[in-house]
Nanobody
Framework: QGQLVESGGGLVQAGGSLTLSCVAS????????MNWYRQAPGKQRELVAG???????TYVDSVKGRFTISRDNAKNTVYLQMIRLKPEDTAVYYC?????????????WGQGTQVTVSS
């Protein structure tokens, strides 16, 4: 059974930095597209950043230049480095993995980690 476990969230002042980690187990990590989503209170969950198995990355406009997604296939881990954090970055951040296995789409979610940015 696939599992994603996030860590690294916390409370930080505006302008500060955090790095989130997501360790995967029980999934085909090397072929998975790994994503970070976030959900703020009263808002829909949004895709923040994604990285394909080939290393191609994508970011939502609001975090471009401030967030960096990366992966370490040897450690089954995906990271989200966040700098120059803003209060509007406050949300629960979720790790997501998606891949095809024998023609069937598989999708996994972590439990989320809270990021709070104070002004």
């Amino acid at each position: 059974q696939g599992q994603l476990v996030e860590s690294g969230g916390g409370l930080v002042q505006a302008g500060g930095s955090l790095t989130l980690s997501c360790v995967a187990s029980g999934i085909r990590f090397s072929i998975a597209t790994m994503n970070w989503y976030r959900q703020a209170p009263g808002k829909q969950r949004e895709l923040v950043a994604g990285i394909t198995s080939a290393g191609s990355t994508t970011y939502v406009d609001s975090v471009k230049g401030r967030f960096t997604i990366s992966r370490d296939n040897a450690k089954n881990t995906v990271y989200l480095q966040m700098i120059r954090l803003k209060p509007e970055d406050t949300a629960v951040y979720y790790c997501n993995a998606g891949f095809l296995l024998f023609g069937t789409a598989r999708n996994y979610w972590g439990q989320g980690t809270q990021v709070t940015v104070s002004s």
